[in-house]
């Protein structure tokens, strides 16, 4: 059985930081995909960012030059430094993975709130 669970969340102010952190644990034979979603209240879960096995990483628009997305594919863990944090980046986060061959799993959500 699969799990990915989530940890950082939190209450910070806007401007300032936080560092999302989520373990895959289980029975694992190939992580290709990493990453986190985000669904704010009454919007559609969006991607933040991905990353593969190989390190290539995708971003979405409002996430670039403020997260940066890691991974130790020794440890099968995924990380999110999130700066300069916005009002809008309140959202419940969640973790992604896509492990092969069986596909997609997600950690339960983290909040991450961010007031002014």
């Known amino acids: 059985q699969v799990q990915l669970v989530e940890s950082g969340g939190g209450l910070v102010q806007a401007g300032g930081s936080l560092r999302l952190s989520c373990a895959v644990s289980?029975?694992?034979?190939?992580?290709?995909?990493m990453g986190w979603y985000r669904q704010a209240p009454g919007k559609e879960r969006e991607l933040v960012a991905l990353?593969?096995?190989?390190?290539?990483?995708n971003y979405a628009d409002s996430a670039k030059g403020r997260f940066t997305i890691s991974r130790d594919n020794t440890k099968n863990t995924v990380s999110l430094q999130m700066n300069s944090l916005k009002l809008e980046d309140t959202a419940v986060y969640y973790c992604?993975?896509?492990?092969?061959?069986?596909?997609?799993?997600w950690g339960q959500g983290t909040q991450v709130t961010v007031s002014s």
């Open positions: 289980g029975s694992i034979f190939n992580i290709r995909t």
């Open positions: 992604y993975a896509y492990i092969a061959p069986v596909g997609d799993y």
């Open positions: 990353i593969t096995s190989s390190g290539g990483i």
